[in-house]
């Protein structure tokens, strides 16, 4: 069945060809690859080949910073390393060809999958059944953590192995319970919770004198590691901000599910404002305590389901049956360097060194946005004219001070 | 030999303004947008300077934020706590006394121009009046979201209370027989943070990137040798009180807890700071509500239990998570707990400060 195949979820808008970057005389072909997760059946490669190669990965500041990634052999690398989606008990084959001159291997952390050492320039095939129902890190396990900090991982998406309400193969009652609540019960008016509603947001952290030990064949001492940037889904910052893939977006109540993976070395501890999130799942145990919370640990290889139930920011002044258009209208009408509509709230780490870059320059870092765009009534907020510029004074120039 | 380059995305030219304003924000002052009628009003003006004496005799300089009325009466860190009752509709004016600030109250859910934080509204010029209703009782905290991992390690940070309506000495939490209400007794606050003084020497605007409208994400115009990813603490301290470097043990009453057998003890925990740091208590505790939203309790929370940690059971928080757990001590007794704080990448353990339950 076509629906349960693995697929390969690399958005056709990244491949596009950019100009020769030249670094220190060398020309260099630019390929701008980068995978992103799908939930669309986009009927990719039954089964998928995974490269292990060479990259230059470019940091939010222009830092070129080598790197070893996992890609499609016919499109090159990408750090993280394409989502791959499968449905639980389904039969996969993946290839993994190492095209370095060491050894590498591929597993899926938490579960009995992976090859054995590929020796260079060998090709390994893997057959194996895809674990129940969850978010999955995979990873080159060869020198941990120092294969995966050079850019070996990736996420691994496994659905259920039928229709089911909730992400889960085996959901708890709790959970059972409240997927079964959305959109059925007056305190989660709204729609149920739909599998495309879905993001993974996959942490990663660069320390560049890593890369530079490895490229020179030097030692590095991992005692040593304090990364100086901070990625979701390979982007920094502003970047991360404005990634179509990465932001969940929608009207109050179409609650999107949030597949978080670390695959840095830091404990993060990521805050969502303007909504609690509830905790699913965390390393693939589906919660019997689940937890409604603004902020909660993530820790290196960690990975963490939310539900962001997309509520109506509970504490808006006001009547809460009048609709935020209406309640809000001033503000959803004004400019501030930017319209204040749709609705626009930060998801970010509150470790607060992670929202750094290059040590400075917050908050280029480990952060994105969520946004609101209607009422629950099906309603976005009204193109209306927007009022008057900000009235504050001056900008600001940090450069100035 | 050619390297394939993955190379940082273009800007989308429609999104420049928006790259603009997410490291350049507007200013912004005057009155909130939607007004509605207030049942409270506070004042809060950041930054003022403080220095914080520690127990070998010299003092770190940190920023706090201050109620204006409290300027004679002596500052305080962490800032002084904000206790409000569910359904009160605040008006906070918040004014900037130095620079630009904003403040964002950690945990409450408003629209984003009351959100307090920068690129998703404005920082404040001269004075802002924010505004937000109080919906859920809880462990809140307020601190300034701009340059945030500077102007947080510098104490720009307080609690926020919000009790149910009854006020002060009940707390929500799983009890249909009792409408979900408990008394307590004696409340306690330990909020860890750490200092690395490095740090408190820099400004406001410390390795931030230069503004640059035309083109927001510049090469050239990002920060170079900053050093706020490299968190290197030296000192340890809980709810503003400094622990000694040689004996790291807390009794100050306003971390160490004193109460008689039989009374019930509400604790109140936030991690202020920037390590993973791991606490655990020698008495039974009972964990009813993380993040201002009591476990169990309908409807939200009804995904949830209420559970009990044993005695010596740590539990671990992770920067701006707060539990509140309940303690019901019946023997008299001295019963130590202790805060360990753990480097946030890696994981060794920096330092253990210790303090007390006393039961009488």
């Keep these: 069945m076509h629906g349960h195949d693995l697929q390969w979820c690399i958005s056709s808008k990244e491949w596009s060809r950019r100009d020769a970057l030249t670094l220190g005389g060398v020309g260099l072909a630019t390929l701008s690859l980068r995978s992103v997760a799908c939930h669309a059946a986009l009927g990719g490669p039954l089964d998928p080949e995974l490269s292990i190669g060479e990259a230059l990965v470019e940091m939010i500041d222009g830092e070129l910073v080598y790197a070893w990634a996992f890609g499609d052999p016919r499109r090159g690398p990408s750090v993280p390393g394409p989502v791959l989606e499968a449905f639980a008990g389904q039969e996969l084959q993946v290839t993994v060809t190492n095209t370095l001159s060491t050894p590498h291997a591929f597993a899926v952390l938490g579960t009995p999958i992976a090859t054995k050492p590929i020796a260079p320039g060998a090709t390994e095939t893997l057959t194996f059944r895809a674990p129940p129902a969850g978010t999955y890190l995979y990873v080159d396990p060869l020198s941990a953590p120092v294969n995966r900090l050079m850019g070996l991982h990736g996420a691994m998406v496994v659905l259920p192995e039928e229709r089911a309400g909730t992400p889960y193969s085996a959901p708890t009652p709790a959970v059972a319970r409240l997927f079964g609540d959305l959109g059925t019960t007056e305190h989660f008016p709204g729609e149920p919770w739909q599998s495309d509603r879905s993001r993974v947001w996959l942490f990663g952290s660069v320390d560049l004198r890593l890369p530079d030990s490895i490229s020179r064949g030097a030692t590095f001492d991992m005692n040593e590691f304090l990364p100086g940037y901070f990625t979701i889904n390979g982007l920094s910052g502003a970047f991360a901000s404005h990634d179509p893939e990465t932001i969940p977006k929608g009207r109050l109540g179409e609650p999107h599910l949030v597949r978080i993976l670390n695959a840095g070395m830091a404990a993060h501890s990521p805050h969502f404002h303007a909504n609690h999130v509830y905790v699913l799942a965390r390393n693939n145990v589906v919660q019997e305590n689940v937890v409604l919370v603004d902020s909660f640990t993530v820790g290196p290889t960690e990975r963490v389901d939310v539900l962001l139930p997309f509520m109506r920011p509970p504490d808006v002044a006001g009547d809460p049956q009048t609709p935020l258009r209406d309640l809000v209208k001033h503000e959803l009408g004004m400019r501030l360097g930017t319209p204040q509509r749709p609705l626009a709230y930060p998801m970010h780490c509150h470790m607060e060194m992670s929202q750094t870059a290059a040590g400075g320059n917050y908050p280029q870092g480990l952060v994105t946005h969520w946004e609101i765009t209607g009422d629950l009534d099906g309603v976005d907020f009204p193109e209306s004219e927007l009022e008057s510029q900000s009235t504050g004074g001056d900008r600001h120039d940090h450069s100035s001070h | ?360």
């Design chain 2, 1 to 360: 030999m050619t390297i394939p380059v993955i190379s940082r995305m273009p800007m989308p030219t429609e999104e420049s303004a928006a790259f603009f304003k997410h490291v350049c924000p507007p200013t912004f002052a005057g009155d909130n947008p939607d007004p509605v009628e207030p049942t409270v009003r506070i004042a809060r003006d950041l930054v003022v300077d403080f220095a914080l004496a520690l127990p070998e005799g010299d003092s770190v300089p940190m920023w706090i934020i201050e109620d204006p009325e409290d300027a004679r009466l002596g500052r305080q860190f962490p800032s002084k706590l904000i206790r409000l009752r569910e359904g009160d509709v605040v008006h906070a004016k918040v004014g900037a006394k130095k620079n630009t600030h904003t403040i964002h109250w950690h945990g409450i859910e408003p629209t984003p121009m009351n959100d307090g934080v920068g690129k998703h509204s404005f920082e404040v010029g001269a004075s802002f009046v924010y505004q937000f209703c109080a919906r859920q009782a809880g462990t809140y905290f307020y601190h300034c979201h701009k340059n945030t991992p500077l102007h947080f390690e510098m104490g720009l940070y307080g609690l926020l209370i919000v009790d149910p309506p009854e006020g002060q000495g009940v707390v929500t939490r799983l009890a249909p027989e009792q409408g979900h209400r408990e008394h307590y007794d004696v409340e306690a606050f330990w909020v860890p943070d750490e200092i690395d003084r490095r740090w408190h020497e820099l400004g406001h605007e410390a390795f931030m990137q230069k503004c640059d409208e035309a083109d927001p994400v510049r090469r050239d115009d990002f920060s170079h040798g900053g050093i706020l990813n490299d968190f290197r603490p030296d000192v340890f301290l809980v709810t503003g009180v400094p622990a000694a470097r040689r004996d790291p043990k807390i009794v100050d009453p306003r971390v160490a807890v004193s109460a008689h057998a039989g009374q019930t003890i509400l604790l109140r925990v936030l991690n202020a700071g920037y390590t993973v740091q791991r606490f655990t208590l020698d008495l039974d505790a009972e964990v009813i509500a993380m993040d201002g939203r009591p476990l169990g309790v309908p409807p939200y929370g009804v995904y949830s239990s209420p559970f009990t940690l044993p005695a010596r059971t740590p539990f671990q928080l992770t920067s701006a998570m707060r539990w509140e757990l309940l303690l019901k001590p019946t023997v008299p007794g001295t019963y130590p707990a202790q805060v360990e704080y753990f480097h946030w990448v890696t994981g060794k353990r920096l330092a253990t400060v210790r303090t007390q339950i006393k039961v009488l």
